[in-house]
């Protein structure tokens, strides 16, 4: 057998996989077993470089991590951190790669991040896990996402996961975290939105939870233009009947709206008709997506549910998201009755404002207004 890969390198291997459009669901396993290098050679961490599989090149300040057993001789390499377990693993603990390498489960990669990861960290992390999206594997806060994938794993299967693992480091630390990990997060701003509002003030989050993402709400046939049986909230309180829809900027996408009336501002005669219909389609396109959204929350609405849209300008600025976070609790006190002392409490207390958007700024994809300070997630 291979190597097993563990780890950060573990973590970078599953989102390269993820963002490739692979199943992990689907893909085989392999009993956990000694490396076994061929006769006569040393492991060296160079010979698995990203033009093997596209994850990041080892090197000294970002190893090759290795899970072994316990009981065998030390691996030689100076690229190479390895990571020994005395434990018998789970079935499907392992997913086979290739012949040079396999690397461990998406639920063991949680276990072993939890021995290091701080708290926010680590939901963040269970909610891509369990989302329908990835990070970039060399560049995870600065680099592009991708979404609509299969989940990794399930809060559930976590959760089942831990069980096998009593006493072991990082075990207390995984299960805190999955007090706060949702289901099903279609993006890393929705799952952020979710890490941040589930997470309490002494975390640095909202303490609103427990949050749900995705629920499905059924919606009366009004006769509206649009025919749709059911809505999906972006992310639901617990508290009252009020959530958050995510508005990102690709939700309007003026960009390309932009460069289509571009294209017809620059159009020659002979192509002026074609750039014509092209900026009408778009200008349809736009339209159409305004008239939804407002059906939405008409619909919504309607159920006794009752939604706020939340901009890619609000997560960026937290004097923004504070402003959105107060308006819905005003609306779940007005409208439903709840009593929401305990919740402005930490937004009123200003010695907490910082630390919330240094988190917030900290987990935002694709740069914020801070410096990471947990690690490279």
């Not at 990669?109 to 926010?120: D, I, K, N, V």
């Not at 299967?157 to 099903?184: P, Q």
């Not at 002979?270 to 219909?277: I, L, T």
């Not at 849209?309 to 709840?338: I, M, N």
Request: net charge neutral; with cysteine; hydrophobic share 40%.
């Amino acid at each position: 057998m291979a190597l097993t890969l563990s780890h950060q390198t573990a973590l970078d291997v599953i989102r390269t996989l993820r963002s490739q459009g692979d199943n992990l669901h689907q893909m085989d396993t392999t009993p956990f077993s000694s490396p076994v290098a061929p006769i006569g050679q040393r492991w060296n961490a160079q010979n698995f470089n990203s033009d093997v599989w596209q994850w990041p090149m080892p090197s000294q300040l970002h190893p090759l991590h290795v899970l072994v057993p316990a009981d065998r001789g030390r691996m030689r390499g100076l690229m190479i951190k390895e990571h020994t377990t005395r434990r018998d693993l789970p079935a499907g603990s392992i997913l086979w790669l290739d012949e040079r390498a396999s690397v461990v489960c998406p639920e063991l990669l949680f276990l072993q991040m939890a021995e290091s990861f701080s708290l926010p960290a680590l939901v963040m992390l269970g909610n891509e896990l369990c989302g329908h999206f990835s990070r970039f594997a060399t560049e995870p806060l600065a680099g592009d996402v991708v979404d609509g994938i299969p989940t990794a794993t399930s809060a559930e299967s976590l959760k089942s996961y831990l069980c096998h693992f009593g006493g072991r480091r990082g075990v207390a630390n995984a299960r805190e975290a999955l007090r706060y990990i949702c289901d099903h997060a279609v993006s890393a701003p929705e799952a952020l939105l979710a890490t941040i509002y589930a997470l309490p003030h002494t975390e640095s989050g909202y303490g609103f939870g427990p949050v749900r993402l995705n629920d499905r709400v059924h919606v009366d046939d009004d006769g509206s233009w649009v025919r749709v049986k059911s809505r999906y909230p972006d992310l639901t309180f617990g508290f009252a009947p009020v959530g958050i829809n995510y508005d990102g900027s690709k939700h309007f996408d003026l960009g390309k709206l932009m460069l289509s009336a571009d294209a017809f501002a620059r159009a020659d005669a002979q192509s002026q008709g074609k750039a014509r219909e092209t900026l009408k389609q778009e200008l349809v396109k736009v339209r159409a997506k305004v008239l939804d959204d407002n059906l939405r929350n008409r619909q919504l609405a309607a159920q006794g549910q009752i939604i706020f849209p939340v901009t890619k300008e609000d997560v960026a600025d937290g004097r923004h998201l504070d402003a959105l976070s107060r308006q819905v609790l005003s609306c779940a006190h007005r409208v439903f009755g709840v009593n929401v002392s305990k919740y402005l409490k930490p937004l009123d207390d200003t010695s907490l404002t910082r630390d919330r958007w240094e988190l917030l700024s900290t987990l935002l994809p694709n740069g914020g207004f801070g410096r990471s300070s947990y690690g490279r997630m």
